[in-house]
Nanobody, 115 residues
């Protein structure tokens, strides 16, 4: 059973930066794709960015050029560098990890961007 713990959320002014981290534990096996999703109240969870174990990345159009996803496979950790933050980025961010056809989610971390 994979457990995911996110950190790095918080309050930042518009134009500022935050770095989210998500550490996976409870497994000795490699993890396939890891990603970040966000979910606004009353809306479905949506992909922000994802990265495969080989380093291929995928981004939502709304964050291209502002956010960068990376991972440390040795530490089973994925990061999301968030630059040029906007008030509309103020949502809860969730980490997701895929392993052997199963998906695991973290509890989420809140990001709030003040205007």
């Amino acid at each position: 059973q994979v457990q995911l713990v996110e950190s790095g959320g918080g309050l930042v002014q518009a134009g500022g930066s935050l770095r989210l981290s998500c550490a996976a534990s409870g497994t000795r096996l490699s993890i396939d794709t890891m990603g970040w999703y966000h979910q606004a109240p009353g809306k479905q969870r949506e992909l922000v960015a994802a990265i495969t174990s080989g380093g291929s990345t995928n981004y939502a159009d709304s964050v291209k050029g502002r956010f960068t996803i990376s991972r440390d496979n040795a530490k089973n950790t994925v990061y999301l560098q968030m630059n040029s933050l906007k008030p509309e980025d103020s949502v809860r961010y969730y980490c997701k990890a895929d392993q052997w056809g199963r998906s695991y989610w973290g509890q989420g971390t809140q990001v709030t961007v003040s205007s």
